[in-house]
Structures are given as C-alpha cells and as structure tokens.
C-alpha cells in the first residue's frame, strides 16, 4: 500500500502544477488587462461623467448605505449636507423609482387647483405655491405635466435647508428659464412669504391672503420638528388653499379605528412585521416612518383626499398621499354650515338665525330639532373636540353623506360591489312613477343607473341608499365622469367598460367630484378599466361569477357564433330561431341540478339570498300542490330554480329584441353595451342634461341600512320610495318587515308611492303595509310565457300607496343620538 501511494505522488504534483499554471496565467491576463484599461483611459481626451451610468448608483449605494454620517455637525443642516452633498448630482436618477407617488401628488393638488379656476373662485396667473423639503426642483419641473409653471403661478417659492440640492435646483430652473421661481435656502418653520405675496394685488388695503398651495414630497419624514413644521402651514396657505403631502409611513389599522376625520381606512394597515422592518431600515438614513408624523398631519387639517399605496417594485415600501385644506374652513360661519347640509340629509326645513323669527318657524324648529343625520353628529362632536370635521364636509360637493367604512355591517362586503350593473328597468319605473319635478324619492343604489335615470326627470332630491360602499362608489365614479368627462370617455368607461387612460383621467379630473373613500377604492382598482385582458367593469363584481360561467359554457359547446348572431338579430323571427340551440345548453336540466340549483351559485354568482330563493321554491309547491310530506320526500329545490330560470329567459328571447332594446341581456352576452343597445343614461342628450350645472345638487349618497335612513328623514317628506327586491331578504320569523313598513309610513307623504319588485308571485310581506297605512296593488304578474319587462327577472311588481297616518311617538333625543360607533 505505502508503493503504491508512493507511485501517485509525481502524477498528483504534476497535476496541481497544472491547476498552479492556470492560476498564473489568468492573474497575469488580469493584471496585464487591467494595465492595458488604465492605459486606455488615461490617453482618452474626453472626461469621464461621475454623474451618469453606473456611477449614479455607486454614488446613491455609498451615500445611502456606506457613507458614515458626519458627526461634528451643529445641526439639521449639516446633518442633511452629511447626507445630500454626495449625491446631490444624482439624486433625480436614483429617486425615480424610490420615491413613488410624487406625480399623483401634484396631479391630484393640481386637478383641485382647476376646479377652483373653473368655479371661479382663483384666477388662472394668481396662484401661490410653496413646496417645502423642495430639493432638487424634481415635483416643481414635474408639476408641468399637469398645469403650465410658468403660466399657472404667479409665484412659486422652493424652500429647502440642502445647499447642494438647492444649487441643483437653482440650475434647473436657469435652464428652464422660468421666472417666477424662487430657491429659499431656509429652515421651513422660519420661512414666510414675502410682503408682495403676502397680500392680495386686486384690493386696495392690505387684505392678508397667503399661498393657495403648499407640498412637502418626502421631506415631511426628514425633518426632526415636524411639529412646528406642520402648525406653520396654515399661516402660510390662505383659508381656501390646499396642503399636499406625499411620504413613507408605516401605520396599523388600531391607531385609526377610532378617528372619523381620516378620509377612509382604505390599504392603509401595515402588518407588524412591516412596521418593525421599515422604520428599522428607513431609520439608518435619518428618515422617520413613525405613525404620528401622519397623524399630526391629518388632525391639524382637513382631508380632502387620502390614499395608501404600496412601492411593489422596491418591496412594498408603504406610502401615503395627502390632500388638505385648513380644518375650519368648512366651518369658518360656525354651525350654521353644518346645519344647511343636516336639512338637506334629512329632507328638515333650514332656518337661519334671525332675531325676528316669527312663531311659525319657532314650532317647526321644535318639531324637528330631534332629526339629526349622523353625519350631523358626528360633526358637533367633533368642533367640540376640536377635530377636523369628517372628510365628507371638506369635499367639492356634499351628495356623498359622511359614514364609518370600518364598521363590520359595511366590511363585510369585502371591499367588493355584487352588481356592476341595475337589474331593473327603468321604462317601467318611469310609466309606473311619472315623476314630478316636486318629487322627493328614496332608491336603493345598486350600481347607480336607475338613480341616473330618476335624476333626468330633476326631481327636487334623490336619496340613494346602499348598506355596500362599494356599489355607492360605483355610483359616485358615474357622477364624477358626466361632471368631469365628455360623452366620449363617458361612453367608453360605463358604454364599453373600459379605458386605457382611465388612472390619468381619475387623478386629473374625477378626483375633485369623488369622495375620498370612493377615491382611494378606485386608484387600487383602476386596472378593472385599464387592464388589456378581460371585459373590463362589466366582469367585476359578485355577479361576475355567473356572467363569466355562461360565457365559458359558450366557449365549451362551440356556441360563440350562434350568441353573435343572436346578439345581431334583427327582427324577432330571426331571433327566435337561433334561440333553441342556445337554450339547450343554458337550461339543461343537469347544469341547473350541478351548479343553478345550489344555493351557493346561488347568492354567490347571481346574487339571490337565501330568504329569497326559499320564496321562489314556496311559489313552486303552492303552485304545484305540493304538500309537506312530499317537501321531506322529494327535493324540488332544484327544479323549482330551474323552472325560475325558464320562465325569465324564453318570454325574455320571444318578446324583446335583445339587439336593439334589451340592453340588459346584450351586456351580459357581449360584456359591454352597443352604440345601438345600452341605458338611456348614456345616450348624447343625457349627457348634456347629466353634465349641466347643477344636475347632481339634489342628489344625496346614504351608506347605510334603509330603515337608519328612513328614521332620519323627517316626516311625511318622501313622496316615493323604490326599494327593488330588498324586502325578498328578510327573515318571515322576524319582524323588520313590519318595522321598515311602519317607518315608511312615517317617512312618506300622505299619497306617496312604494315600488317593489319580488321574485314571488304573492310575497308574504305584502301583508305589513296594509297593516300599516298602505293599500297595495300588483301592477305586474309574470306568467309563464309572458315578459313582466325587458329583465323579466322578477315574478311581480306591486305600487304601495299611503292611504293613512300612523301614530308616531314623540322622539325623545336618547333615542335619535347614535354614537359614532353604532
């Protein structure tokens, strides 16, 4: 053995001398390259850019990462200098990516600046702006995008304490050649407008206005006294001006589940892990994610508009944009503002004060002193803490009333609306109704398009109502578009149900007509329009789910052709000829016993509670004489939704013509409306009604329960309500039929109307009203065969008259005060 290892030596060391010879030669190579590289270099003429290329990132790594800070610094200067001067040629490069949000920030600021130019209440030229933390000058060049610099503002005052990025900036706005900019090398809590901005040119005496803009973009988290900071703000704004902030925050759903001023709670909890690791990290450059930099923020102004994003692609750093104005500027003539918009929620007569009042108005204030809606109460609360008011009051228009989207009756929607799209008719709500100019109506929201429709009649108000804030949202963005947009975009967000510009379009122009809730729902949404794939808006929702099933169905059995040809039918004749071989597939008997008949496709895809579908099976053993032994013998659940689905489809295909008249069924066909085939709400001539001054004032956004709206309406105002199916949802067991009955009673005119739809042909609380002031009638009764109308979805429709008054005891104001966590 020991011969034998002996024998291998010369072949192992020749072998590591061969691996010794490889090392040489490659370090020689790379020495000999590297010579040859510096010799290169050193002949070259031109001088190397340390600003651009790859060095851009060194310099931002080393700065941020490596570079030690300076520690015989004598204050926030020199510590930002420490950190800056570095990198003060790159930081633009580097911060594109890292610092998102920017661009929204001034679109949004700049989209509330021109609706103040086009309600007349700023002049275009006039403008003051102070960007706070300014830096380079990167968000005051960016601002061109949205409004013209140089044009828009009169005066524009970057203030920055960075004497390497305030040169950088003073650069680039020499080469820009705008002159009405100015670099303040300056602590922000010391700075002040000067004298000839301090004042307003068009009036003789010295009349104190201010800035009507002031944006701090990733500065606010930099600055160690952000207290002072913030409480100069509105001394430097003018009461009518707007506050702009975008930064880093790490924030958890606990530290605002008690605050009804913060504009919605929307994407804005970090989980724990989040907040441990993000202020750890941000915390080594000096930046501080602490909650109450936000939150100081928020309680010392209004909010007009909040959102919560996430920068996924540097690992979902959360951030925040803030848009507010000075928190008493709703409130500058005390409550007497907030009392005209209580009168108008609750349909009360407002009553300004005077020292005559004469003894009539005096008893009206006392019969109506105890209705108070809730946004009301939470405003009073909130002056007598001296809180901001809840967004809703800072908005540009009051239709969307105040509500507590963290409540678990709304949560429990999921952030998501179940109709894209009113599964009534409107045609025959107008021949039924004829509504009047005088008319006072309470609907159920839905997705909004019958309250579009009820409005081109300009009734005095329209109380839209819905427990989900999502299908309230839905409506909203309709507003928003016919206030903001022109029949074309209108057409292609609501009529094809997609827009590849639709984010530009929500930060530029709908952002000034939307809640902040409805705001913030539609920036994490905006891909439902945008995206490439799929239908668009008439593929999301709870209803999606059926819609997308029937398609697929299509697909599988090859009958896409035949669908295209019904959707294209011209005639009846033609239409009902190409109708058996789809109805073959669509209501054969082991599709509807696998997935129609069960009651999760059930609520799920179409839609249809429980309470309800239990009403359609009553209807099939009364009509069929079932008994209960054969109920317990014989399962007809089944059957019994399928003999439904029979009954709405084969009149629907034999009396309409889904082509040109029977939008509802082209759009779940086609996934979007035709120029020929769609609401009334987007023809041409309802735009320019839906789109005049003023059409939208009378309108009123309820996010709540029917009866909570209803018991704060004062007495005998209603004149219509219009309530769908909702009654279908009830428990029979329990006694809110009878309840909402009572208090309809309350709410309505004496002669005002009811309009219910049911999937029952006798619905079992039809009862409740005539036991409580109504006499009912049925104004339609589907029959097998016949159509009911172009939806046909329902068994009947029936018009509740109020004949009389019921006793209604004095409230007494234990009763009508609900506390904000109700």
């Known amino acids: 053995m020991s011969f034998l290892a002996s024998s291998n030596l010369p072949g192992s060391f020749l072998g590591r001398m061969d691996w010794l010879h490889v090392y040489i030669a490659c370090a020689a190579f790379a020495v000999c390259g590297f010579v040859a590289l510096v010799l290169f270099a050193s002949r070259q003429t031109r001088k190397v850019d340390y600003d651009s290329g790859i060095f851009t990132y060194l310099k931002f790594i080393y700065a941020s990462f490596l570079k030690p800070h300076e520690r015989n610094g004598s204050g926030q200067q020199d510590a930002l200098e420490s950190f800056y001067k570095t990198q003060a040629s790159v930081y633009d490069a580097t911060r594109k990516r890292l610092l998102r949000g920017r661009e929204d920030m001034l679109g949004l600021v700049a989209a509330q600046l021109k609706h103040k130019v086009d309600s007349q209440e700023l002049k275009a030229g006039e403008a003051i702006w102070v960007d706070i933390g300014g830096g380079t000058g990167y968000n005051i060049e960016a601002m061109s995008a949205f409004l013209s610099v140089p044009d828009f503002f009169a005066h524009v005052y970057l203030v920055d304490l960075s004497p390497s990025l305030c040169e950088v900036a003073r650069q680039r706005f020499q080469r820009l050649g705008w002159k009405n900019v100015s670099v303040v090398c300056q602590d922000a809590r010391s700075f002040r407008l000067p004298e000839e901005d301090r004042v307003d040119p068009r009036c003789e005496t010295t009349t104190a206005t201010g800035a009507d803009l002031a944006t701090m973009s990733y500065s606010l988290s930099m600055i160690p006294d952000y207290y002072s900071v913030i409480d100069s703000l509105p001394a430097l704004i003018k009461p009518s001006g707007f506050v702009g902030v975008c930064d880093f925050y790490v924030q958890s759903?606990?530290?605002?589940?008690?605050?009804?001023?913060?504009?919605?709670?929307?994407?804005?909890?970090?989980?724990?892990?989040?907040?441990?690791?993000w202020r750890a990290w941000f915390d080594a450059d000096r930046v501080s994610l602490e909650a109450a930099r936000r939150d100081y923020l928020e309680y010392r102004f209004g909010t007009v508009i909040s959102a919560s994003e996430r920068n996924y692609l540097l690992g979902g750093i959360p951030y925040y944009?803030?848009?507010?104005?000075?928190?008493?500027?709703t409130t500058h003539s005390g409550r007497d503002a907030i009392e005209k918009l209580n009168a108008s929620f609750t349909e009360s007569p407002y009553l300004s004060p005077a020292t005559h009042r004469s003894e009539i108005d005096a008893a009206i204030v006392s019969s109506t002193q105890e209705i108070k809606s809730k946004a009301y109460e939470s405003a009073v609360i909130n002056l007598g803490s001296n809180l901001p008011l809840p967004s809703s009051f800072y908005q540009n228009h009051h239709y969307r009333i105040f509500y507590d989207d963290l409540l678990p009756k709304h949560t429990q929607f999921g952030n998501e609306y179940i109709y894209a799209f009113n599964w009534e008719d409107p045609r025959v709500d107008h021949k039924l109704l004829n509504i009047q100019r005088d008319d006072v109506i309470l609907a159920i929201t839905s997705a909004g398009d019958n309250i579009l429709d009820y409005l081109q009649k300009s009734p005095r108000r329209v109380h839209a109502v819905d427990l989900n804030p999502t299908q309230n949202h839905l409506l909203e963005l309709k507003?928003?578009?016919?206030?903001?947009?022109?029949?074309?975009?209108?057409?292609?967000?609501?009529?094809e149900g997609k827009h590849p510009d639709f984010r530009r379009l929500l930060i530029t122009k709908l952002s000034p007509h939307l809640s902040s809730q409805a705001f913030q729902y539609w920036l994490e949404?905006?891909?439902?329009?945008?995206?490439s794939s799929g239908k668009g808006l008439y593929e999301t929702g709870g209803s999606r789910h059926a819609i997308k099933m029937v398609r697929y169905l299509f697909k599988v059995f090859g009958l896409q052709s035949q669908v295209q040809q019904l959707c294209e039918a011209q005639t009846l004749a033609e239409q009902r000829k190409i109708w058996p071989r789809i109805r073959a597939v669509l209501m054969s008997k082991p599709l509807h016993w696998a997935v129609v008949g069960t009651?999760?496709?059930?609520?799920?895809?179409?839609?249809v509670p429980r309470n309800q579908r239990n009403m359609i099976i009553d209807d099939f053993y009364k009509r069929n004489g079932l008994n209960k032994k054969m109920k317990q013998a014989k399962d007809v659940s089944g059957q019994s939704i399928w003999e439904y689905v029979v009954d709405t489809l084969d009149p629907v295909v034999q009396d309409t013509l889904i082509s040109n008249d029977n939008y509802f069924y082209f759009l779940c066909l086609q996934g979007q409306f035709s120029r020929r085939?769609?609401?009334?709400y987007l023809t041409p001539k309802a735009h320019v009604k839906l789109s005049s001054p003023g059409a939208f004032d009378g309108l009123r956004i309820h996010t709540d329960e029917i009866n909570e709206v209803i018991k704060r309406i004062t007495p005998r105002s209603l004149t219509i309500a219009v309530i769908m199916d909702s009654m279908d949802w009830f428990d029979p067991t329990s006694d809110a039929a009878a309840a909402q009955a009572q208090k309809l009673n309350h709410a309505l005119k004496k002669g005002g109307r009811i309009l219910l739809r049911s999937a029952s042909i006798d619905p079992w609380y039809i009862r409740h009203f005539e036991e409580n002031g109504f006499s009912a009638k049925r104004v339609g009764a589907r029959a097998p065969g016949t159509c009911i109308d172009r939806v046909n979805m329902y068994a009947s429709t029936w018009i509740c008259t109020k004949t009389r008054d019921l006793d209604r005891p004095a409230p007494s104001r234990a009763m009508s005060a609900l506390s904000l966590n109700e």
């Open 525 to 531: 949404h905006t891909h439902v329009f945008a995206s």
């Open 253 to 277: 759903i606990v530290d605002v589940s008690s605050r009804n001023y913060i504009g919605g709670a929307f994407n804005r909890h970090v989980n724990w892990l989040g907040r441990a690791f």
């Open 599 to 607: 009651e999760w496709f059930a609520w799920k895809a179409a839609g």
């Open 479 to 495: 507003v928003a578009s016919f206030i903001a947009l022109g029949h074309r975009d209108v057409w292609k967000i609501f009529g």
């Open 677 to 680: 085939c769609h609401p009334a």
């Open 321 to 329: 944009i803030f848009v507010g104005c000075q928190k008493d500027s």
